[in-house]
């Protein structure tokens, strides 16, 4: 089992797809429906054996829910805030920019 390379609360960017995320969740392996995992096309479908991010998504236009697999994900450095609407209820934004799980929003 691999050990995850990004943490909850760290904002992240798809490297194929034009979004950006924070981590609420991972998984240590894919843990979505096999027609989720069927739906991908072949050629860029990820391998199942490697921890899967949910992510507090957006993009240009929206906001929304994202499962995406470390393959795809790099860290994001922009430092550009997040907007999504659902990060006040899971985070606090700390003085260094960063988000902090709050405490009742842990497991």
């Known amino acids: ?12 960017r798809h490297r194929l797809f034009p ?3 924070v981590v ?10 096999e027609e989720w995992y069927e739906a991908i096309p072949a050629e860029v479908r990820p391998s199942k054996d ?3 991010y949910h992510l507090l998504a ?8 994202a499962y995406v697999s470390e393959q795809n994900l790099l ?3 922009s ?21 902090a799980l709050k405490r009742q929003a842990r497991h």
Not at 24 to 33: A, E, G, I, K, M
Not at 79 to 99: I, N, V
Request: glycine share 6%; no cysteine.
């Open 19 to 21: 979004f950006r995320g």
């Open 1 to 12: 089992m691999k050990t995850a390379k990004f943490a909850i609360g760290q904002v992240v």
């Open 58 to 65: 957006e993009n240009d236009e929206t906001e929304y829910i």
């Open 24 to 33: 609420f969740d991972v998984d240590p392996q894919f843990s979505n429906t």
């Open 79 to 99: 430092g550009e805030p997040m907007r999504h609407p659902q990060l006040s209820e899971l985070f606090t934004l700390t003085p260094d920019g960063h988000y």
């Open 50 to 52: 490697q921890p899967f």
């Open 75 to 77: 860290a994001d450095q």
